[in-house]
């Protein structure tokens, strides 16, 4: 955590991270109950509300708090292999997610992946333990853990069914006994879920346990522009402020009236499915696409990116040769040679299918793969300390079979399927605004430097790189960046007032007035260009 204290967006939060902030603050203020339905998954921002209310709004004490979390969840999943398969088995899983770079990563920036990895790590320590000690305790465990998981990660609500089936065909107990056990789990689950579901119900008279965000993010994974990552729905507005705002102002004007949250997320679906039939062919190549995405090594970043981050953290470096490249494979093989004890297993394989489905279904971002990783860990672990055994034993037939199957699945998991240039560059790119806004215009202007050597084909880092050198002064410079962006996208919004600004401030007045006159073409009702030509003329 020390060698990240500088990293520019842990000092000037941006995307996700400075909505979950915001929205903390405002709830520390007083605000706990809200003013409208969640459209957001609300338990983070809420822990972090907690932890605000008690030590005040500190970055470090929150990263702290997550790193405490990820702890604790290092010890679940060891107890979890260890009730699973062995000890053995237990230790190595503690110490792979112990050292696994992403986990590592993920408890040191400020979003909701930390929290949904203990809540994981809890939810499948107390389904092992239930299984084996078939207590009430451990089914009321399971359902408040997968409660508050659903208030983190929305998708594991496709989890609800699975574990009263697992309890009711997998738990060797009378059927009173199972039918408890039920009860206490239903109880749990409820006991988190039904307040959230009337406080919705009470701000915008429709009742739903989580959010109301599910449509406009299937619409994003699956229309017929999708590539498999997050694009939002208008350029430019990545951030929380702007997403809830932007499904509903579109899809009023589309039908032509005001709509609830649920009507929202409704167009929103259906919109996706309509235009999925529309070409059914390419929406089966997507799935395949993104299923392979899912499976691959690349930790698909978002506003930050574990790989800008590896810049500044030693641990992170392990990133090179531990990734969910090499977890995955083991993980197959994990899977493979702990199949013979399937009927103890079977929910585990659920767990796991499930989320991949989840993600699958809906676009790929790193943390959103996260808990696939977690759920593999245990067998990556059974399938490492498989392979020993078979080594020390000269098993060499079923070491030879085991190598096939970690070779093939390893290429597939290690093949590029990303424009991992031009994420990396985004990435660069954030950094050189978080830096600049945060006053340290040297470091935001070498940042946006890197960001454009990594992908000179990236308008916007010419953009923010423009800003930068307005903000130190340079207009000269700030106006070539602005030209060059134009040149690589001329549809840039906002551009030609702002190299109207970098030409006026560097004397160049007709150049100027044509830059104003430019945005006022675009967009009549700019004051600023409008301001700006009464100005010189």
């Known amino acids: 955590m020390l060698q990240t204290l500088e990293v520019p967006t842990l000092i000037e939060l941006l995307g996700d991270a400075r909505g979950y902030f915001n929205w903390a603050i405002l709830i520390s203020d007083g605000d706990w109950y809200g003013s409208e339905t969640f459209y957001q998954a609300p338990l983070y921002p809420y822990f972090l509300a907690v932890l605000m209310t008690v030590f005040g709004p500190s970055i470090t004490l929150i990263r702290v708090v997550q790193m405490l979390l990820g702890v604790a969840g290092v010890a679940l999943i060891g107890l979890s292999g260890r009730k699973l398969f062995s000890k053995n088995v237990g230790l190595v899983s503690a110490l792979m997610l112990a050292v696994y770079p992403p986990a590592i990563y993920y408890d040191g920036i400020i979003q909701k992946a930390s929290l949904a990895t203990f809540l994981l790590c809890v939810l499948v320590t107390a389904c092992v333990y239930l299984q084996s000690e078939v207590r009430r305790r451990y089914a009321i465990l399971a359902g408040v853990s997968l409660g508050l998981l659903v208030l983190t990660r929305e998708n594991s609500l496709l989890w609800t069914p699975l574990i009263p089936a697992w309890i009711l065909f997998g738990i060797d107990e009378t059927k009173r006994q199972r039918w408890t056990l039920i009860g206490c789990f239903v109880c749990g689950l409820a006991l988190i879920v039904v307040p959230i579901a009337a406080r919705n119900a009470s701000l915008g008279g429709e009742w739903s346990p989580t959010t109301f965000q599910a449509g406009p993010n299937f619409y994003i994974g699956n229309n017929l522009q999708a590539s498999g990552i997050y694009v939002p729905l208008v350029a430019g507005h990545e951030t929380p402020m702007h997403e809830r705002a932007d499904a509903q102002r579109l899809a009023e004007q589309e039908v032509g009236r005001e709509l609830s949250s649920r009507e929202v997320s409704q167009f929103w679906m259906s919109l996706a499915w309509e235009e999925t039939r529309q070409a059914p062919g390419r929406w089966l190549q997507l799935m395949v696409a993104k299923t392979f995405m899912v499976f691959n090594r690349y930790e698909v970043p978002d506003v930050e990116s574990m790989y800008v981050f590896r810049d500044y953290s030693f641990p992170l470096q392990l990133s090179r040769i531990w990734h969910f490249g090499i977890l995955c494979p083991l993980g197959i093989w994990g899977l493979i040679a702990t199949r013979g004890d399937w009927r103890r297993l079977w929910l585990h394989y659920l767990l796991l299918l499930s989320m991949i489905a989840a993600v699958v279904l809906f676009f790929i971002l790193g943390r959103y793969r996260n808990p696939v990783a977690v759920l593999f860990v245990p067998f990556a672990a059974a399938g490492a300390v498989d392979l020993y055994r078979r080594l020390r034993e000269q098993q060499w037939r079923s070491i030879g079979a085991a190598a096939v199957v970690l070779v093939l699945s390893a290429i597939l998991c290690n093949i590029t399927v990303y424009e991992e240039q ?76 702002q190299l109207g600004e970098a030409f006026e401030l560097s004397g160049m007045q007709p150049q100027a007035i044509e830059q104003y006159q430019r945005a006022l073409a675009v967009d009549p009702t700019d004051s600023r260009a409008l301001k700006a030509l009464n100005r010189l003329r």
Do not use: W
């Not at 960001?451 to 916007?460: D, K, Q």
């Open 422 to 497: 031009s994420l990396q560059a985004s990435s660069y790119m954030n950094m050189g605004i978080a830096a600049s806004k945060a006053g340290d215009l040297p470091t935001g202007i070498r940042l946006l430097k890197k960001a454009i050597a990594e992908f000179p084909e990236m308008a916007e880092g010419y953009v923010n790189l423009g800003r930068a050198y307005m903000m130190s002064r340079q207009p000269g410079r700030a106006a070539q960046c602005f030209q060059n962006a134009l040149i690589l996208d001329p549809r840039l919004v906002g551009v030609h007032l």
